[in-house]
């Protein structure tokens, strides 16, 4: 099976562009989630979505961050306009949803990372 | 004080040995506790899980729980270079969705 998928892998852009960040998550699976790991801060949560719907933004350092997930196969995260410290590897990870239903005490899986250098 | 705390340095054992890795959290209502391995420039790969006191336990590695003292332990028997590593350490309350995570602990096994 397939598992999350992201690109790019690297991105290398001038500060004041625009970052588009994208994640396809494991089929099947209804969260998923996009962290930021830098060496200060360790891996942060930034957002997650349960059935494509944001469920909690908290993480999202400010509002030049955004992210969507406009359907269950495909979300973005965006960065505009893009700043030095935004430079980290971000990460998406999916999870399924619990038979339980609503809490999922199920194990989230990481895709490989967009490793990001805003010069 | 951080909800997840990895407070030791890097851990070097030589191979063989047995690596003991520490965590800390700070809500009670946790319910859901993860250990997670990532090697230099890779993702987190999940490797234990473990949800009610005591020990659990898979191939060489051990889980263990102490829901009381909130605090949760991974035991590395026999250890390999393979094992050379980040481990993180992640913990989920009950209620939401979010994986908080420590700042890892570093093992370098020795040959």
């Not at chain 2, 506790?33 to 473990?50: N, T």
Request: glycine share 8%.
């Amino acid at each position: 099976d397939a598992g999350v998928i992201q690109s790019p892998r690297h991105e290398v852009t001038e500060m004041g562009q625009e970052v588009t960040l994208r994640c396809k998550p494991i089929s099947g699976h209804d969260y998923l989630f996009w962290y930021r790991q830098t060496m200060m801060r360790g891996l942060e949560l930034l957002i997650y979505f349960n059935n494509n719907v944001p469920i909690d933004d908290s993480g999202m350092p400010e509002d030049r961050f955004s992210a969507k997930m406009p359907n269950a196969s495909f979300s973005t995260l965006k960065i505009q306009p893009s700043e030095p410290r935004d430079s980290a590897v971000y990460f998406c990870a999916s999870s399924q949803q619990s038979p339980i239903g609503g809490y999922s005490n199920q194990p989230q899986h990481f895709g490989d990372g967009t490793r990001l250098s805003i010069l | 004080q951080k909800e997840v705390e990895q407070n030791s340095g890097p851990l070097s054992v030589p191979e063989g040995a047995i690596a003991s890795l520490n965590c800390t959290y700070s809500d009670r209502g946790s319910q859901s506790f993860f250990w997670y391995r990532q090697y230099s420039g890779k993702s987190p790969e999940l490797i234990m899980s473990i949800y009610s006191n005591g020990d659990k336990e898979d191939g060489r590695f051990t889980a263990q729980l102490n829901k009381a003292s909130q605090y949760v332990s991974l035991l590395i028997r026999d250890s390999q270079p393979s094992d050379s590593a980040t481990y993180l350490c992640a913990v989920k309350n009950y209620g939401n969705n979010r994986l908080a995570f420590g700042k890892g602990n570093q093992v370098v096994v020795i040959p």
